[in-house]
């Protein structure tokens, strides 16, 4: 069956989401310059905006590896804008086990999908393992650059060893939700117009 | 002069900057070597005759590094200090990778990209993946463009200021229209033979020449120096 691999189609398809969602990334980024706080709050801000293009994105995956790409990409996007290398095995971790989850539910099942969804939004966390990996020399780096005391010592209140598990937690949870929003969401513009 | 580089150099300059990017630099030799690594995409874009950009960066790039030099300590307060010194800070740590990374973008084009690929044996899942989101940047920054035009027509400024109603009115016609592209995308490469089983032949011969050489060994050297002095000087 030829239909088990994937097409060209379904490249493409991975591209333009993957970039929807780095826009949304970018777009949420810019505003943690204000405050160390909201950097923390990436975990509730980005799953509920990104949901709305990842569950578009979960209409259209039908076959394993779709959401693995996807993870690939974005780890090497992370590295290119200069997130790191620590996040990688994080974000294509969560990746493959997003598609496995979404694949014994044949892509179909909405509990699954939600499941998934939930998974794959740890990758926001792989954003924070520059901090609280490296927290010392990351410390020191951005104290040298410029930034203030005071936004160090928030940046560091809010993220470290401890809080990592509950934002990893926020993540899921709110990956979760998000994927219920963004279903609502799917179905109030797209199913409307037949898009999906 | 124009300087054509192998994209697989200009890969390899991305890697590399990317990598330094991440230390921070401690002395003045090593802010030195730095701004000289910010400086060769600079001139690489001068080259292909892309000065309008070229300037716009150095003269970004240079200002944050002024600033951050002379007027920003530790003690710094205030919102607007706080400000300055965060987009300061973000500007020169960032600028390098920002720089490469733009002129890569726009001096490569997709074809070139997608044969290097292939030379290096990346499945072709990443490879057209990647060229898809390389290529879709600048389609979204237009269409985005495009929406808002559509709502400024239709008398919507920022849906009531609505954070939500907001978000809905930019996202969802972006998403139909990159939809629809990306449907049209598909179409356009299958006829052009993408995803075939055959081994596809490509118009662009790729091969290292002087320039790539010189480079490569710069940018190794660059890497070279900053760990060695990040793990070996102590």
């Known amino acids: ?196 | 002069m124009k300087i054509k580089l192998d994209p697989r150099t200009k890969l390899y300059m991305i890697f590399i900057v990317s990598a330094v990017v991440m230390m921070s630099a401690t002395t003045p030799f090593l802010w030195a070597v730095r701004i000289l690594m910010t400086v060769i995409p600079i001139i690489l874009l001068m080259c292909n005759k892309r000065y309008a950009s070229a300037i716009r960066f150095l003269f970004l790039y240079a200002v944050a590094l002024v600033l951050t030099f002379t007027c920003i300590t530790e003690d710094s307060k205030g919102i607007f200090m706080a400000f300055l010194v965060g987009y300061c800070a973000i500007i020169v740590q960032f600028a390098p990778a920002m720089i490469t990374a733009w002129y890569v973008v726009k001096t490569t084009k997709i074809d070139e990209f997608v044969s290097s690929m292939q030379k290096m044996h990346v499945p072709d899942g990443i490879t057209i993946s990647l060229a898809v989101v390389m290529r879709f940047f600048p389609t979204i920054k237009e269409e985005y463009a495009a929406i808002s035009d559509a709502m400024k027509m239709r008398g919507i400024r920022f849906g009531g200021g609505n954070a939500v109603k907001m978000m809905e009115f930019r996202m969802i016609p972006l998403l139909f229209s990159c939809v629809n592209i990306g449907d049209e995308l598909s179409a356009a490469a299958v006829t052009r033979g993408l995803g075939g089983k055959v081994k596809r032949s490509s118009i662009v011969d790729l091969k290292f020449k002087v320039q790539d050489y010189l480079l490569i060994i710069a940018f190794t050297a660059v890497l070279a120096v900053f760990i060695y002095n990040k793990y070996f000087m102590k």
């Not at chain 1, 826009?23 to 980005?46: K, N, Q, R």
């Not at chain 1, 927290?135 to 930034?147: D, I, N, Q, V």
């Not at chain 1, 598990?165 to 979760?176: A, H, M, P, R, S």
């Open chain 1, 1 to 196: 069956m030829n239909d088990k691999k994937l097409k060209v189609k379904d490249f493409i398809t991975v591209g333009i989401f993957t970039a929807i969602l780095f826009v949304v990334e970018f777009a949420c980024g810019m505003l943690g310059f204000f405050h160390p706080y909201i950097v923390a709050s990436y975990v509730i801000m980005i799953p509920l905006v990104g949901c709305i293009p990842m569950m578009l994105f979960y209409t259209k995956v039908e076959k394993f590896g779709m959401i693995t790409i996807m993870s690939v990409l974005m780890a090497i996007i992370m590295f290119v804008t200069g997130m790191g290398y620590l996040g990688a095995p994080l974000i294509i971790g969560a990746g493959v086990l997003a598609d496995l989850i979404a694949m014994s539910g044949k892509y179909k099942s909405f509990k699954k999908t939600v499941l998934s969804n939930g998974v794959f939004s740890l990758w926001i966390c792989a954003n924070y393992f520059p901090v609280v990996i490296t927290a010392k020399s990351y410390r020191e780096g951005l104290l040298e650059s410029g930034y203030s005391q005071e936004y160090c010592d928030n940046l560091f209140r809010a993220i470290n060893f401890k809080t990592i598990g509950v934002l990893l937690i926020l993540c899921f949870v709110f990956g979760c939700v998000g994927a219920f929003l963004g279903k609502a969401v799917v179905k109030k513009h797209f199913e409307k117009a037949g898009i999906v």
